[in-house]
Structures are given as C-alpha cells and as structure tokens.
C-alpha cells in the first residue's frame, strides 16, 4: 500500500509487462516520490535535499533512457529515433532546470517535481505503451529473437 503522502501512486495501468522495465518505472515513481518528499521540507533544507536527490534522478533517468533505447534497438522499434527525441527533450530540460536551479535563478521545486510527474506518467502510459504492443505483436507472430531481460540490452 502506498504511503498516503505520496505525489505519484503507481498504478497497473502504467505496467508494460517486461519486468525489468516496470521495475525501473517504478524506480523512477519512487525517485520523484522521494523528491516531492524534500519539497515538503522547509525552503532551505528543500533546495539542500533538492540538490542532492535531483543527482540521484539523472543518473538513474539516464540509465534507463539507455536500457530501454538499447532494447527498442535490439527489436527494430520503428518509432525509436521519436523516441529517443523525446528522451533527449526530457534530460534536456531537466538538466536546464537543474542548471538555472544551481545558478541562483528562479525556481520552485514543487513545480519542477510536477513536470517530472506529469511526463513520466504521460510517457509510460502513452509512448511506451506503444512499444510494448510492439514487442508483445512481434512475440504473438513468433518473430522476436531478443528476451527481453536487463542482460540482453546491457
């Protein structure tokens, strides 16, 4: 049972059906959790726990951005250089807040957490649902090689 304080509830809907990829949303449900935890706190212990999770988040963002694309790769995804755009986008602008965040310029956490819940959330039940048809359509024909498991995209 989730905690009742929590920013993001997972929820079934947003399972792909690949385990270590539904491991690793969750990870990320998790993170930003953690994140809107710290915005919780007082403004200067916020901005102190933000600047020290926010680390932990691109490094794992990046991680599974690398699993996943090497995957979709591994099964000829047609739409992979879309959504590989669409990852970049995101690091992107995560790291241009970060970047404004460290610079002394204007920002709210809170609203930084909402945009990493709002695409998260979004992209899993949209984008990456669409390549998990994918797999499971190539699976039902009996045309996918690849298993799908961490030690085949790493």
């Given at each position: 049972?989730?905690?009742?304080?929590?920013?993001?509830?997972?929820?079934?809907?947003?399972?792909?059906?690949?385990?270590?990829?539904?491991?690793q949303h969750?990870?990320?449900?998790?993170?930003?959790?953690?994140?809107?935890?710290?915005?919780l706190?007082?403004?200067?212990?916020?901005?102190?726990?933000?600047?020290?999770?926010?680390?932990?988040?691109?490094?794992?963002?990046?991680?599974?951005f690398?699993?996943?694309?090497?995957?979709l790769?591994?099964?000829?995804?047609?739409?992979?250089?879309?959504?590989?755009?669409?990852h970049?986008?995101?690091?992107?602008k995560?790291?241009e807040?970060?970047?404004?965040?460290?610079?002394?310029?204007?920002?709210?956490?809170?609203?930084?957490?909402?945009?990493l819940?709002?695409w998260?959330?979004?992209?899993?039940?949209?984008e990456?649902?669409?390549?998990?048809?994918?797999?499971?359509d190539l699976?039902?024909?009996?045309?996918?090689?690849?298993?799908?498991?961490?030690a085949?995209?790493?």
């Amino acid at each position: 049972m989730p905690d009742s304080a929590d920013f993001i509830e997972w929820d079934e809907r947003y399972l792909m059906n690949i385990p270590f990829i539904d491991e690793q949303h969750k990870e990320l449900v998790r993170l930003t959790n953690e994140l809107y935890q710290g915005c919780l706190m007082g403004d200067d212990v916020a901005r102190a726990y933000f600047m020290k999770t926010i680390k932990g988040i691109v490094d794992y963002v990046g991680k599974h951005f690398s699993m996943e694309e090497k995957m979709l790769e591994n099964v000829h995804y047609p739409n992979l250089g879309a959504h590989k755009n669409q990852h970049e986008e995101f690091v992107k602008k995560i790291l241009e807040d970060v970047n404004s965040f460290q610079n002394g310029k204007q920002f709210v956490p809170n609203v930084f957490v909402r945009y990493l819940k709002d695409w998260i959330l979004s992209h899993i039940a949209l984008e990456d649902k669409r390549y998990a048809n994918y797999i499971f359509d190539l699976k039902k024909q009996g045309r996918l090689k690849a298993a799908m498991s961490p030690a085949k995209v790493n």
